[in-house]
């Protein structure tokens, strides 16, 4: 264990904290934010990305594009937030986010567990946008 009294392992959880805590507080747009994401995990999600879990047709690169910068309609997934992609895929599997439009996410996060959401926002967000 590292860190003060107070310190905890991550586990399987993602932490995002602004890299500079006044920006953040003055509401700076341009302020950024780092995340911390689990051991393992951008690779692990890259894996998912680039060859799907439950095969290819589910890989987000068939559709999202292979630097994951998006195509068409289809919204970008790199350099995004971690938190909000993680976010998103559980809406889409609980079906809180249910419009036509995700229709075909529906299939990609049927094959998913919360590690496996975790492991590929991980790396989608460790991407340039
Ligand atoms: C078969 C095509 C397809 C595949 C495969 C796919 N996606 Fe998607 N994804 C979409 C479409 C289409 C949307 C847009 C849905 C909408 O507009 O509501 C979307 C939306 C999303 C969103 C919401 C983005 C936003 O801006 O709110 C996330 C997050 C996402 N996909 C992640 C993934 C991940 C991670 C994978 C791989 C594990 C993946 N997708 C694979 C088609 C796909």
Known sequence: MVGGEDAETL???IVEVAVDHERHELRDPASGYRAYVPQ???A?????AQ???GGPA???IACHGADLRGVGAIPPLAGRSPTYIVRQLLAFRTGARS???GAPMLPVVAQMNVDDMIAAAAYA???DP
């Open 11 to 13: 586990g399987q959880r």
């Open 40 to 42: 393992g995990s951008i």
């Open 44 to 48: 692990r999600g890259r894996t998912i």
């Open 51 to 53: 060859a799907g879990q």
């Open 58 to 60: 589910l890989a987000c």
């Open 99 to 101: 419009a036509a439009a």
């Open 125 to 127: 967000a460790s991407l």
